[in-house]
């Protein structure tokens, strides 16, 4: 799990925010996205969540050009 969290360009449907927490704990983009949307079934605050996710994660592409210099 030495994986950064970052929110990469290939793969995304929306924001990429389940993308990049499935590669981050080697799982299946598909599953991550499937229990997200299960928990939305459930009260609870998933959707600010993700949002701040959003905001936080950086992109593939930014996080690779910081860690380069």
């Known amino acids: 799990m030495s994986r950064k969290l970052v929110r990469p360009r290939e793969g995304r449907m929306l924001a ?3 993308v990049g927490l499935a590669r981050r704990f080697n799982t ?5 996205r499937l229990l997200f949307l299960l928990s939305l079934l459930l009260p609870g605050t998933q959707v600010i969540v993700y949002l701040v996710l959003w905001v936080l994660m950086p992109n593939e592409d930014r996080y690779a050009a910081a860690t380069r210099y």
């Not at 299946?28 to 991550?32: E, F, G, I, M, P």
């Open 16 to 18: 990429g925010v389940c």
């Open 28 to 32: 299946s983009a598909n599953l991550v």
